[in-house]
């Protein structure tokens, strides 16, 4: 392949860091939307995706020139990675270098900090001080970690690296996945049914697949401890957002910390969540738009990697 033309979903303005896939090639940097996609995705050969936007099988129908699509991150949800296979289209992602991607921490960090932000009810206390030009605190009083019990649903990558934290914090760990070799000496491996009844906070860290989707449903926050706090920074469809706004409003859930949510692949666009919705008014509700991995170090050795993974693929096959 002379000089293969690839399209980068991330602008140069944005991402100074993106200029690295310049060295494979004549790119065009562009924060696409779908219509762009519809009308200019068969002129590339390698193509680079955001997140705001489902890779689909109409557009990879499309896409007839395309040889490679790399993805500068490890969750895959909004490619459709099956009908790839089927196009002989290569598909690349972060999760092809292991050791790599245990270096990243973002995701991770962002998670406590949804916690923390969760447990201390810091937008009460920003509002405030900048609403409210208030210095009284007695009536906003959050808890401590030490002591309490953390419960992490998915104990792959990222959820170790937050088992980690608690155990900083002085905290008790309980983890379930479905895979028990997981598990190792940081946690109390348990079952969902028991981690969902002991646990002061919940972080969810699993990967969305068949055994994920919707496993946060009112059966399951009806097994909640009364004044759990609930965070996600995997996918917003692991969790039903209405049986989660119905545990707020049951005294079940006290506080909510979302980085996720579903419906969120729609071009920058708010996601029609109800969480989301609620969110605006109701401040024990925190919402982040996806911005885990969002970080300017991340970003610098994601685009970097992703650009040595094509790099490598493209010499190993001769193109």
């Known amino acids: 392949m002379l000089k293969p033309k690839i399209l980068v979903g991330f602008s ?18 562009k924060k696409y939307n779908r219509n762009y996609l519809i009308s200019n995705i068969k002129k590339f050969d390698i193509f680079i995706p955001h997140l705001f936007e489902k890779i689909d099988k109409e557009l990879i129908d ?44 973002s995701t991770a960090e ?40 953390l ?14 934290y608690g155990k900083a914090f002085g905290m008790k760990v309980l983890a379930y996945d479905i895979d028990p070799k997981k598990y190792d000496k940081n946690i ?21 697949n068949k055994t994920s989707f919707k496993l946060i449903d009112s059966d399951e926050v009806s097994l909640m401890k009364k004044g759990v706090i609930l965070v996600n920074t995997a996918r917003g469809e692991i ?39 609620r969110s605006f008014n109701d401040k024990r509700i925190i919402i982040t738009p996806h911005a885990g991995g969002s970080t300017l170090d991340a970003h610098d050795k994601v685009f970097g990697k992703t650009t040595e993974l094509i790099k490598l693929h493209l010499e190993m096959n001769g193109l």
């Not at 860091?17 to 004549?26: C, M, W, Y």
């Open 12 to 29: 140069e303005k944005d991402y100074p860091n993106v200029l690295t896939f310049s060295r494979l090639g004549d790119c065009t940097f």
């Open 62 to 105: 499309l896409s007839k020139s395309l040889k490679i699509i790399a993805t500068p991150s490890t969750g895959s949800d909004h490619i459709d990675i099956e009908y790839l296979k089927e196009k002989n289209i290569k598909f690349i992602s972060l999760n092809d270098d292991k050791e790599f991607i245990n270096l990243i921490t």
């Open 110 to 149: 962002m998670n406590w900090l949804l916690i923390l932000s969760c447990v201390r009810n810091l937008r009460l206390l920003i509002d405030r001080v900048q609403v409210d030009k208030s210095w009284l605190n007695t009536d906003i009083r959050g808890y401590e970690l030490n002591n309490k019990k």
């Open 151 to 164: 419960g992490i649903i998915g104990y792959g990558r990222l959820g170790k690296m937050v088992a980690k």
């Open 188 to 208: 109390y491996p348990v079952k969902l049914s028991q981690l969902l009844k002991e646990s002061d906070i919940i972080s969810v860290n699993a990967k969305l």
């Open 239 to 277: 969790i039903n957002s209405q049986a989660i706004s119905k545990g707020i409003d049951q005294n079940i859930i006290s506080a909510v910390g979302l980085d996720v949510c579903g419906n969120e692949y729609q071009s920058s666009k708010l996601p029609e969540d109800v969480l989301v919705k």
